[in-house]
Every structure is written in structure tokens, then in C-alpha cells.
């Protein structure tokens, strides 16, 4: 019901940051909460960061705690995934995800609607 649309990635150095943006459309934004995962080559996809519906609670992968910010722009209907001290292993595809509920979330199962991805490559 809803349609999520990554943007934002891109190649660069190791220390560098970049910002991705999920745009959503269809069922109103604000209700759902949000989550992004990431996955490298002949990996499964893992959890990345989640924010809750009021965007007042979030939650982190060990692997990004200090590095990666989630937040929310409900008016722009935008979620976004601040990286900062990008490192070789955060290279990835990043997907955005949107599932009904309140709470955040780092479990894949409870998100309903996935975006298509949007590639980051981190050099050494």
C-alpha cells in the first residue's frame, strides 16, 4: 500500500559521509514506522537502523551505533539514513522498508514494503 524509492548512494572514500533518502508514497507516511537494511555481496540482507512512527524512538545495528543517524521528515514524506566514518564494510545495496506498527523494529520479518535499494561503495 505504500511505494518506498532509496536515493543517495554513491562511491567514496573510507572516513567520508553520504545521506540516503527514502521517498514513500500512498498510505500515509506518518503511520507507518520505518527501518533500513543493507546488503553486501553474497550476504543476506541485515538490519541497519529503525525509527519508530513518531520518530521519537530509534535503534541501531552494533556495527553503525556512533556512525549512522535514522530520522524522519513525515511533511516530505522522507526517511533518511545519515553515514558518517563510512568504512570499507558498510559497503552495501541499502534498502528502506516501512511496515505498520509503532515501535522500531530490527527484525525483517515485521516490514511489509521495500524499496529498491540504492548502492554504497566505500574505498579503503
Known amino acids: 500500500q505504500v511505494q518506498l524509492v532509496e536515493s543517495g548512494g554513491g562511491l567514496l572514500q573510507a572516513g567520508g559521509s553520504l545521506r540516503l533518502s527514502c521517498a514513500a508514497s500512498g498510505r500515509t507516511f506518518s503511520s507507518y514506522r520505518m527501518g533500513w537494511f543493507r546488503q553486501a555481496p553474497g550476504k543476506e540482507r541485515d538490519f541497519v537502523a529503525a525509527i519508530s512512527w513518531s520518530g521519537g524512538s530509534t535503534y541501531y545495528a552494533d556495527s553503525v551505533k556512533g556512525r549512522f543517524t535514522i530520522s524522519r521528515d513525515n511533511a516530505k514524506n522522507t526517511v533518511y539514513l545519515q553515514m558518517n566514518s563510512l568504512k570499507p564494510e558498510d559497503t552495501a545495496v541499502y534498502y528502506c522498508?516501512?511496515?505498520?506498527?509503532?515501535?522500531?523494529?530490527?527484525?525483517?520479518?515485521?516490514?511489509?514494503?521495500w524499496g529498491q535499494g540504492t548502492q554504497v561503495t566505500v574505498s579503503s
Open positions: 522498508a516501512a511496515s505498520t506498527g509503532v515501535a522500531a523494529s530490527r527484525r525483517d520479518t515485521d516490514y511489509r514494503y
